[in-house]
């Protein structure tokens, strides 16, 4: 089977309740939520796969020409939330290290990745490597290696769905982000969310 060294994943197969509409068209700028997710992984990527709600896939396909494979969750965990979305882009797509973002954090920095990855390279030993500010840990920004995939499958099994389980089960490396970083973790759940991020 041929492998890819590093998967660029976009988790964008929420439901988006408290905003009001799907967070991946909604603007930043000139472009949409999913297109910066997409930009923020794409210069450390072999290949690019987006997780999708299966609704959307078409009009993802209409407006937007990227080289992403677009993919729903797998049936069997479907709707389990992220976690499912991250089993899900390393069933279709065989790789060493996963680069996950969320769509709903458009101020994040490709940069940032860049020194992720060059620590999971450099430390083979971790299992995934996650950003850490004041205390809060980003389950759904990192990077997770392929040794992860069997853990994931059996906490869907048993329904034990936090993505913090899974880091705590495996040997995870916590990488604390500096306070001027910080701005870039800003997610969006809200239309106000949206509305304060132009006042920053």
């Known amino acids: 089977m041929d492998q890819k060294l590093v998967i660029g994943v976009v988790l964008a197969g ?27 992984v794409t210069p450390y990527s072999d290949e690019l796969v987006a997780v999708v709600r299966n609704e959307e896939i078409e009009k993802l396909d209409q407006n937007h020409s990227h080289s992403v494979k677009l993919i729903s969750d797998v049936e069997a965990f479907k709707g389990k939330g992220p976690l499912t979305g991250i089993y899900s882009a390393m069933m279709e797509v065989h790789g060493q290290y996963y680069l996950i973002t969320p769509c709903d954090m458009p101020r994040m920095s490709s940069e940032m990745y860049g020194k992720w990855l060059d620590i999971a390279l450099q430390q083979p030993e971790y299992d995934a490597v996650i950003p850490v500010f004041n205390g809060k840990v980003y389950p759904l920004n990192g990077v997770y290696k392929r040794s992860c995939l069997s853990e994931i499958k059996e906490n869907l099994k048993n329904e034990n769905l936090k993505v913090l389980s899974l880091l ?33």
């Not at 009001?20 to 997710?37: L, N, Q, V, Y």
């Not at 982000?177 to 973790?185: I, L, S, T, Y």
């Open 168 to 200: 705590k089960q495996k040997n995870t490396k916590y990488i604390e982000v500096h306070k001027e970083d910080a701005h870039f973790f800003k997610n969006v759940n809200t239309k106000e969310d949206l509305l304060n991020l132009g006042d920053e």
């Open 14 to 40: 929420g439901l988006s309740r408290r905003f009001g509409s799907p967070k991946m068209f909604a603007k930043c700028g000139d472009a949409t939520f999913f297109e910066k997710a997409v930009n923020t």
